[in-house]
């Protein structure tokens, strides 16, 4: 009945965003700790260049959509985080900065906010090596 329930909301999304999620999960399901966080990089990555490009055309739906699916990217990234480990605690301040510039792009769209923390998100995934 679950598998159901799924192929259903994979009928009611579009083409692309349901080949996009079903990618996703392959990825996910396959993964190992590191790909995760790589994945949830690369996500919030996605997610904030299609939030820019849906500004640029006036999608408000995809531009809100699009938002969230950042916000999701930090949250699993902020749940991962080791807050016994070197680094841990300035991790999790990062990630709430990015979370705060993504917020304050809810009300009052700011593509250059989202632009800096886009590019210091990849700053960070670099530095982790996590981005070749």
Request: hydrophobic share 50%; with cysteine; proline share 3%.
């Amino acid at each position: 009945m679950e598998r159901a329930a799924e192929l259903m909301m994979l009928v009611q999304q579009s083409p692309h965003d349901a080949y996009r999620r079903v990618d996703f999960d392959a990825r996910v399901a396959s993964a190992r700790p590191d790909q995760l966080v790589a994945l949830c990089f690369e996500q919030f990555d996605l997610a904030l260049g299609s939030a820019i490009a849906a500004d640029r055309r006036g999608d408000n739906a995809r531009r809100s959509a699009s938002l969230t699916r950042a916000l999701a990217a930090l949250a699993a990234l902020q749940l991962g985080v080791d807050r016994t480990a070197a680094g841990g605690d300035a991790l999790l301040q990062f990630y709430d900065g990015l979370r705060r510039s993504v917020l304050s792009s809810v009300p009052t769209f700011d593509p250059a906010t989202l632009a800096r923390a886009r590019r210091d998100a990849l700053d960070v995934a670099e530095a982790l090596g996590l981005r070749g």
